[in-house]
């Protein structure tokens, strides 16, 4: 028997709830349970203000958390209070087997700050929940980027460069992704031109051959100039990039893949994937229409993984 996939709801005020309501008939068509971490007084109300019929086989099961009134594109305690419930529950009923992976739709970090959530988002807080170093991973099949670091100030960044801990990033990043080949993003302009620039490439240096060292085919080159990593000639060879920082990575990633991209955790005794967007408050519950291909992409590498492990 096929385990479901546990789908945390994420800001209700946001346009997760109408994702995986209007694409839930065609998971369910390509043989894909999932199950969603709502209660029912909470679907029915989203549901009404979207104007959309609750599928009949639409599983839920209620978080820990209470209902509230939704106000759609608004921040709040209560909404943020729910989407970490939701979560939290999803993860839980993984952990546990119960389920084979957990799909996590778009919260607001504002909310969960408000909220007195002490996490900046799903990946910092898997990583308090099983003391682990998960690595996030996004993209799609075209292309894959790692972030050394993610959501902390740019200032803050060449601090965080250190060779042990860039090394072992390397390793567990080829390891977890599935990688044959890994760009190694510089990070000054023109990859520091030797010292003219900046001499942080020295340490990306030093971690890169140490990482290779431990794999028998090397596959880790750089620090590559950044501005040259993502050209139509480099994205022929690499498929895998690590970026050293959010931006560095990601404003490639979305100009080029955006609508079809995932996040994914790993290093991590779970699996999880989830969309790459945000909330998009601008639009929720106005009937604005909705790219769904993030989010079926997302549950779809769910599924594919969990199929493989059976």
Known sequence: MTLPLAVSVGDLNGIGIEIALRSHTLLCGRGISPLYLIDREMLEQAADRLGLTIPEDFSILSPDAAPFEIDPGRVSTEAGAYSFASFKTGVELTASGECAAIVTLPIHKKSWELAGIVYKGHTDALRDFFDREAIMMLGCPEMYVGLYTEHIPLRQVP??????????????????????????????????????????????????????????????????????????????????????????????????????????????????????????????????????????????YAAVRNRRRG
């Open 159 to 300: 601090a965080a460069l250190e060779k042990e801990r860039l090394s072992r990033f390397l390793i567990d990043f080829y390891r977890q992704s599935g990688a044959e080949e890994v760009a190694v993003l510089g990070l000054n302009p023109h990859a520091g031109d030797h010292g003219v620039l900046g001499d942080e490439e020295s340490i990306i240096e030093q971690a890169i051959a140490q990482a290779n060292q431990f794999i028998q085919n090397h596959p880790f080159t750089g620090p590559l100039v950044p501005d040259i990593a993502f050209t139509p000639a480099m994205r022929r060879r690499f498929r895998h990039y690590v970026a050293l920082y959010h931006d560095q990575g990601l404003i490639p990633l979305k100009a080029l893949h955006f609508e079809e991209s995932i996040n994914v955790s790993l290093n991590l005794p779970i699996l999880r994937t989830s969309v790459d967007h945000g909330t998009a408050f601008d639009i929720a519950y106005r009937g604005a229409p909705l790219n769904l291909q993030s989010y079926l992409n997302a549950v779809e």
